[in-house]
Structures are given as structure tokens and as C-alpha cells.
């Protein structure tokens, strides 16, 4: 292994560890430098090699959060090939990701409305990013006016996040329920979608 994978490794292992310190009772400015470079097995020194404080890690953790969710979001909507419908393939690909990486979802919740305006802003960014994704999305495939898909693709979004939350700490014989309603929730709204639409063309 070279000295570039090697960095490349012991940052990944810093950002691991700053997800295994955060639970339901400690946000990220809750955490400290010195917590983090011990989970991660390295000198508090060693920190700065990789990021230039705290604060920089905790962005970092919020961009990853992010990518990963987007990332596996889109992954469900490539099995739409072989047959599914999105809304059922989206939500139980969201949920399955929920039930394992609690910490990961905790995190964009919570800094969502955290005391940190920067990390607050970087979980807005990453909303965003999901609302886009889903617009253009629903613009491609349903053929909605671009304005029309950008309000749905808002309103399923605060939806799914909102039962996410409520599945993060609840009994896992509860969150199918959970998860049939916001099924439900994101077919009105999708119907109500072309109804606008439709009303607007008469």
C-alpha cells in the first residue's frame, strides 16, 4: 500500500469512527477531536493531516451521508428495469437503509435543524441535491412541466424524510406500517400532480 492509500485509509477510518460516536443522544458538536482520533486509533496530532478541525470532519460526514443516500436512492430506481413499482421500490430501499445505518440518517435529521448554520446549510444543499434528482426524475419519466415534477418531487421527499424519522427509533414490527402509509402518502401525491395538471390544461 503506497502513502496516498494509506492517507486515503486512515481518513475513511476517522469518518467511521465519527459516525460510531454519534447516537440518539449526541450530535455531531457533542463529539470531540480527541473522542474521534481514539475511536479511530490514531494520535489527536494525526487529526489535522486530514482535516483542518472538527467542524471539517463534520461536513465531510454530512456530504458522505448525502452521496450514499443519493447514491443507493438511484440504485433503487435502476431496478426499475425488471419490473416494480418506484414509489414501493423507493420507500423499502430507504427504509432497509434506515434499520442499518441509524447514525448515518440521524445525522442529516438532526443537523437539519441543528445549532451549527453550517451544518445546517450543508444538509439544505443535500435536499436539494434529492429534490433535483427526483425532478428530473419525474420530468424523464412521467412527463410532468418541470415546474410541476420540482413541487411533487419536494413534497415526496419532506414525506419520506419525515417518515424516516419516525422509523429511526421506533419497533421494527412498526416501521412496514410506517412505510405503507408514506406509500399511500406519495401516491396522492402523485396524483394530484396530473390532476393539477389536467385542470390547468381545460
Do not use: C, W
Amino acid at each position: 500500500m503506497n502513502r496516498q492509500q494509506q492517507k486515503l485509509q486512515t481518513r475513511q477510518r476517522i469518518v467511521d469512527a465519527a459516525f460510531s460516536l454519534l447516537d440518539e443522544n449526541r450530535s455531531l458538536t457533542a463529539i470531540s477531536l480527541r473522542e474521534v482520533a481514539r475511536a479511530a486509533g490514531i494520535a489527536p496530532t494525526s487529526f489535522y493531516r486530514h482535516f483542518s478541525d472538527i467542524n471539517e470532519l463534520g461536513l465531510t460526514l454530512v456530504d458522505e451521508s448525502g452521496l450514499t443516500l443519493r447514491q443507493l436512492m438511484r440504485q433503487a430506481r435502476q431496478r426499475l428495469e425488471s419490473g416494480g413499482s418506484v414509489i414501493n421500490i423507493s420507500v423499502d430501499t430507504f427504509m432497509e437503509y434506515i434499520v442499518e445505518n441509524k447514525n448515518i440518517f440521524r445525522l442529516l435529521l438532526r443537523e437539519h435543524t441543528g445549532t451549527s448554520s453550517a451544518f445546517r446549510a450543508a444538509v439544505m444543499r443535500e435536499i436539494q441535491h434529492f429534490t433535483q434528482e427526483l425532478t428530473d426524475y419525474i420530468v424523464d419519466n412521467l412527463s410532468l412541466p418541470r415546474d410541476i415534477a420540482s413541487l411533487q418531487a419536494e413534497a415526496m421527499v419532506n414525506l419520506v424524510f419525515s417518515a424516516g424519522a419516525k422509523a429511526l427509533d421506533t419497533d421494527l414490527q412498526k416501521i412496514p406500517m410506517i412505510s405503507e402509509r408514506v406509500k399511500v402518502q406519495l401516491r396522492f401525491v402523485q396524483l394530484g400532480s396530473f390532476a393539477y395538471v389536467n385542470h390547468k390544461s381545460k
